[in-house]
């Protein structure tokens, strides 16, 4: 029996795919493109807005002029569940570096993406000259690795044909996403453990002021600012002693890093250089609860400006 057709009001989200691939000019698709790289994700939230603008023209009919539009750009969201070797070329968009010996820190090597989302196989949207401005990690007992980066685009364009060879992506990394038991390791100060058993670590990971340009006669982006890096978070922990509350007052600056790690070994190590804990809460939240202890965590750079180093192991392989 055939199968029954037009049953879709439209189209539905497990259909749709991601690609990319980095630009070697900002805005404009490599050439040959070659094959896209697909990306594992959970949502996403790219868009693209125009800005409107209506004078305000005195006149006695009491109507409104018609409205034109200054600005054209594109953003938003693509949300993850953190597996090994999928977001590897995002991170290094996002500190605007190049991994080197398996370490990426931030620097100031410009990288932009042709990102294309796949509606069906003749309905596509493509975001050029993307910049990774931001980017969050959730590290959460009871909860799988996430996180989530953002976008800046020239804007956003509704093509037929995909930018990627054949139409096809090549695939994902396939490796398991990394989980709050057997996936956080070594939650460290000063590469020791921290005195307190941990049960939250957010990472905000931000290039502030990174935003696009602008000039007469289009009204799309003309160009790019990459902003200044910055890392800041959250820690919480069982609340046992002063000994953290302690280097709050001092402001006592330390090295905090923290391991994940996926089912085969696989594993990043985030590595705040220069970190100090600030402004605890502690707090009794209700009858028969623990009392936590969360901090911000605030980066700050090291003699030689590094933010944030990131350092990515493979598992282990052969006898």
């Given at each position: 029996?055939?199968?029954?057709?037009?049953?879709?009001?439209?189209?539905?989200?497990?259909l749709?795919?991601?690609?990319?691939?980095?630009?070697?000019?900002w805005?404009?698709?490599?050439?040959?493109?070659?094959?896209?790289?697909?990306?594992?994700?959970?949502?996403?939230?790219?868009?693209?807005?125009?800005?409107?603008?209506?004078?305000?023209?005195?006149?006695t009919?009491?109507?409104?002029?018609?409205?034109?539009?200054?600005?054209?750009?594109?953003?938003?969201?693509?949300?993850?569940?953190?597996?090994?070797?999928?977001?590897?070329?995002?991170?290094a968009?996002?500190?605007?570096a190049?991994?080197?010996?398996d370490?990426?820190?931030?620097?100031d090597v410009?990288?932009?993406?042709?990102?294309?989302?796949?509606?069906?196989?003749?309905?596509?949207?493509?975001?050029?000259?993307?910049q990774?401005?931001?980017?969050?990690?959730n590290?959460q007992?009871?909860?799988?690795?996430s996180?989530?980066f953002?976008?800046l685009?020239?804007?956003?364009?509704?093509?037929?044909?995909?930018?990627?060879?054949?139409?096809?992506?090549?695939?994902?990394?396939?490796?398991?996403?990394?989980?709050?038991?057997g996936?956080?390791?070594d939650?460290?100060?000063?590469?020791?453990?921290?005195?307190?058993?941990?049960?939250?670590?957010?990472?905000?990971?931000?290039?502030?002021g990174?935003?696009?340009?602008?000039?007469?006669?289009s009204?799309?982006?003309?160009?790019m600012?990459?902003?200044?890096f910055?890392?800041?978070?959250?820690?919480?922990?069982?609340?046992?002693?002063?000994e953290?509350?302690?280097?709050?007052?001092?402001e006592i600056?330390?090295?905090?890093?923290?391991?994940?790690?996926?089912?085969?070994g696989?594993?990043?190590?985030?590595?705040?250089?220069?970190?100090t804990?600030?402004?605890?809460?502690?707090?009794?939240?209700?009858?028969?609860?623990?009392?936590?202890?969360?901090y911000?965590?605030?980066g700050?750079?090291?003699?030689?400006?590094?933010h944030?180093?990131?350092?990515?192991t493979?598992?282990?392989?052969?006898?």
């Amino acid at each position: 029996m055939a199968a029954t057709t037009n049953y879709q009001a439209g189209v539905e989200s497990n259909l749709v795919r991601l690609g990319y691939v980095q630009e070697t000019a900002w805005g404009v698709a490599p050439s040959p493109a070659g094959k896209l790289k697909a990306l594992r994700f959970t949502s996403e939230s790219l868009r693209g807005q125009k800005t409107r603008q209506r004078p305000t023209e005195i006149n006695t009919t009491r109507s409104a002029s018609a409205a034109i539009t200054t600005e054209e750009t594109a953003s938003g969201n693509i949300d993850f569940a953190l597996s090994y070797g999928t977001y590897d070329d995002l991170l290094a968009g996002l500190l605007k570096a190049d991994w080197s010996s398996d370490a990426l820190v931030n620097s100031d090597v410009f990288k932009s993406f042709l990102i294309e989302k796949r509606l069906s196989a003749n309905t596509l949207l493509q975001y050029p000259g993307s910049q990774v401005t931001g980017a969050t990690l959730n590290i959460q007992r009871g909860q799988f690795l996430s996180g989530n980066f953002s976008f800046l685009s020239k804007e956003e364009v509704p093509v037929t044909v995909s930018a990627s060879t054949g139409g096809t992506y090549d695939a994902a990394p396939t490796g398991r996403v990394m989980d709050p038991v057997g996936g956080v390791r070594d939650v460290m100060w000063d590469d020791a453990p921290m005195g307190a058993v941990c049960n939250l670590i957010t990472l905000n990971i931000t290039n502030d002021g990174a935003g696009a340009d602008y000039g007469l006669g289009s009204s799309a982006a003309q160009g790019m600012r990459m902003g200044t890096f910055l890392v800041s978070g959250a820690a919480e922990f069982y609340f046992r002693s002063f000994e953290m509350y302690q280097r709050y007052k001092d402001e006592i600056a330390g090295k905090f890093s923290v391991r994940t790690l996926d089912a085969a070994g696989n594993a990043y190590k985030f590595i705040l250089p220069v970190a100090t804990l600030m402004n605890p809460t502690i707090n009794a939240g209700g009858q028969n609860q623990p009392v936590m202890a969360r901090y911000e965590l605030e980066g700050n750079p090291d003699e030689n400006g590094v933010h944030l180093r990131i350092e990515r192991t493979p598992a282990a392989t052969g006898p």
